[in-house]
């Protein structure tokens, strides 16, 4: 099964950290994060699980709650726990799902090659409604950079209040683009701190809120 933009996260419920998720319930009415690990006790997955944990304040702010997933049993999510704490300085905050029986894995095609039998570095970002909004998929060999997640979610946040769109390495805060279905004269009443048209099609403005 393969997701794609717009189609609506697949429920489960699966064993965690935290005991067991019934991933909806879970969720509530929140913005949620689900990422993959190839397996436990893996360098990278180590740094990411800590910087996710660091973290907290920001997924706060934003009503987001993130929550992973490793293939291996609850007894070894067990004891990487404290291996993350010792080695980040960050206890785990939030749950992490012991997939082993590749449920969840398989409901988000987090397992990709013919030849494969360990997730990839998977990301999915959901709404509050249940849909999915972003997915990126990175080799095993490379660590996620958390902070881009937090600039789209950023940005899905502030274009879902808006009929704007935010440019290439847009940063919270910025001026964003005007849409091009918005005419100047409904621009003028939509945007009061004014917009500047580079270009018929290319319209900035301020940032839209407050």
Known sequence: MTIRLGDAAPDFTQ????GPIHFSEWKGDSWAILFSH?????PVCTTELGQVAKLKPEW???NVKPIGLSVDPIESHSRWVGDIKETQGEALNFPLLADADRKVATLYDMIQGE???TTVRSVFVIDPKGIVRLTLTYPASTGRNFD???RV???LQLTDGYRVATPANWKNGEDVVV????KNEEAATLFPKG???VKPYLRTTPDPRG
């Open 15 to 18: 064993e965690s950290t935290e």
């Open 38 to 42: 190839p397996a436990d006790f893996t």
């Open 60 to 62: 706060d702010r934003r």
């Open 115 to 117: 030849a494969a039998t």
């Open 148 to 150: 881009e997640i937090l």
């Open 153 to 155: 979610i950023d940005s």
């Open 179 to 182: 849409l091009p279905a918005v």
């Open 195 to 197: 917009f500047t048209e």
